[in-house]
Protein backbone atom coordinates (compact mmCIF):
# COMPACT_ATOMS: atom_id res chain seq x y z
CA UNK A 1 0.00 0.00 0.00
CA UNK A 2 1.34 3.61 -1.18
CA UNK A 3 0.29 6.78 -1.06
CA UNK A 4 3.00 8.93 -3.82
CA UNK A 5 2.88 12.88 -3.99
CA UNK A 6 4.12 14.41 -6.97
CA UNK A 7 3.89 18.12 -8.04
CA UNK A 8 6.31 19.66 -6.05
CA UNK A 9 8.91 22.43 -6.88
CA UNK A 10 10.27 25.67 -7.02
CA UNK A 11 8.09 29.06 -7.11
CA UNK A 12 8.38 32.29 -6.97
CA UNK A 13 6.48 34.36 -4.27
CA UNK A 14 3.45 34.55 -5.49
CA UNK A 15 3.28 31.79 -7.52
CA UNK A 16 0.88 28.61 -7.78
CA UNK A 17 1.48 24.92 -7.28
CA UNK A 18 -0.74 21.90 -7.68
CA UNK A 19 0.51 18.68 -5.37
CA UNK A 20 -1.47 15.31 -6.12
CA UNK A 21 -1.13 12.29 -4.06
CA UNK A 22 -2.31 8.57 -5.74
CA UNK A 23 -2.69 5.92 -3.54
CA UNK A 24 -1.99 2.10 -4.97
CA UNK A 25 -2.18 -1.51 -3.05
CA UNK A 26 -5.92 -0.57 -1.84
CA UNK A 27 -8.67 1.64 -2.56
CA UNK A 28 -9.03 5.30 -0.55
CA UNK A 29 -12.14 5.82 -1.75
CA UNK A 30 -13.77 5.44 1.58
CA UNK A 31 -11.15 7.34 3.49
CA UNK A 32 -10.45 10.71 4.60
CA UNK A 33 -7.75 12.45 3.23
CA UNK A 34 -5.26 14.86 4.30
CA UNK A 35 -2.25 16.83 3.33
CA UNK A 36 0.60 18.14 5.87
CA UNK A 37 3.86 19.66 6.02
CA UNK A 38 6.77 20.09 7.80
CA UNK A 39 9.94 22.63 7.27
CA UNK A 40 12.83 22.29 8.97
CA UNK A 41 13.42 22.64 12.60
CA UNK A 42 9.50 22.70 13.07
CA UNK A 43 7.16 20.00 13.89
CA UNK A 44 4.49 18.61 11.44
CA UNK A 45 1.59 20.85 10.47
CA UNK A 46 -1.98 20.66 9.18
CA UNK A 47 -2.51 22.09 5.98
CA UNK A 48 -6.04 20.55 4.63
CA UNK A 49 -8.38 17.41 5.09
CA UNK A 50 -11.19 16.37 2.64
CA UNK A 51 -14.15 13.71 3.47
CA UNK A 52 -14.09 10.60 1.45
CA UNK A 53 -17.15 12.11 -0.26
CA UNK A 54 -15.73 15.35 -0.79
CA UNK A 55 -18.43 16.97 0.60
CA UNK A 56 -16.47 18.59 3.57
CA UNK A 57 -13.10 19.87 3.19
CA UNK A 58 -10.85 21.80 6.23
CA UNK A 59 -8.08 24.11 6.25
CA UNK A 60 -4.93 24.91 8.57
CA UNK A 61 -5.74 28.83 9.30
CA UNK A 62 -2.44 29.46 7.44
CA UNK A 63 -3.59 28.67 3.87
CA UNK A 64 -7.39 29.42 4.43
CA UNK A 65 -8.53 30.90 1.20
CA UNK A 66 -4.98 30.30 -0.64
CA UNK A 67 -5.29 26.36 -0.75
CA UNK A 68 -7.83 23.93 -1.95
CA UNK A 69 -8.13 20.21 -1.84
CA UNK A 70 -10.03 18.34 -3.55
CA UNK A 71 -9.92 14.61 -4.91
CA UNK A 72 -11.41 11.61 -7.44
CA UNK A 73 -11.80 8.81 -6.22
CA UNK A 74 -12.47 7.26 -9.76
CA UNK A 75 -8.20 8.01 -9.82
CA UNK A 76 -7.74 7.24 -6.14
CA UNK A 77 -6.09 10.53 -6.12
CA UNK A 78 -6.20 13.52 -4.00
CA UNK A 79 -5.14 17.45 -4.82
CA UNK A 80 -3.73 20.50 -3.30
CA UNK A 81 -4.14 23.46 -4.96
CA UNK A 82 -1.86 25.76 -3.60
CA UNK A 83 -1.89 29.41 -4.56
CA UNK A 84 -0.57 32.78 -3.64
CA UNK A 85 2.49 31.19 -2.41
CA UNK A 86 4.64 32.51 0.56
CA UNK A 87 8.23 32.06 1.23
CA UNK A 88 6.97 30.52 4.75
CA UNK A 89 4.87 27.77 3.10
CA UNK A 90 8.50 26.15 2.23
CA UNK A 91 8.42 22.64 3.60
CA UNK A 92 8.16 19.07 2.57
CA UNK A 93 4.27 18.25 2.06
CA UNK A 94 2.90 14.46 2.96
CA UNK A 95 -0.71 13.30 2.28
CA UNK A 96 -2.08 10.88 4.53
CA UNK A 97 -5.21 8.62 4.43
CA UNK A 98 -7.29 7.82 8.02
CA UNK A 99 -9.05 4.66 7.18
CA UNK A 100 -11.65 5.49 10.26
CA UNK A 101 -12.27 9.09 8.92
CA UNK A 102 -11.86 10.84 12.35
CA UNK A 103 -13.63 14.13 13.75
CA UNK A 104 -9.55 14.88 14.92
CA UNK A 105 -8.69 15.71 11.02
CA UNK A 106 -6.17 18.17 11.75
CA UNK A 107 -4.21 15.54 14.15
CA UNK A 108 -1.23 13.46 12.06
CA UNK A 109 -1.91 10.72 14.71
CA UNK A 110 -4.99 9.80 13.25
CA UNK A 111 -4.30 8.98 9.82
CA UNK A 112 -2.77 5.87 8.67
CA UNK A 113 -1.25 5.44 5.57
CA UNK A 114 1.47 8.22 4.69
CA UNK A 115 3.36 9.38 1.65
CA UNK A 116 7.25 10.05 1.14
CA UNK A 117 6.68 13.60 1.07
CA UNK A 118 7.59 16.41 -1.92
CA UNK A 119 9.35 19.24 -1.20
CA UNK A 120 7.82 22.63 -2.02
CA UNK A 121 10.31 25.66 -2.21
CA UNK A 122 9.09 29.20 -2.28
CA UNK A 123 11.64 32.55 -3.01
CA UNK A 124 11.28 35.86 -2.07
Known amino acids: VQLIESGGGFVQTGGSLRLSCTGSGRSFSSDAMGWFRQAPGKGREFVAAIAWSGGNTYYGDSVKGRFAISRDNAKNTVYLQMNNLRPEDTAVYYC??????????????????WGQGTQVTVSS
Open 96 to 113: ASDIDSSSYYDSFYVYDY
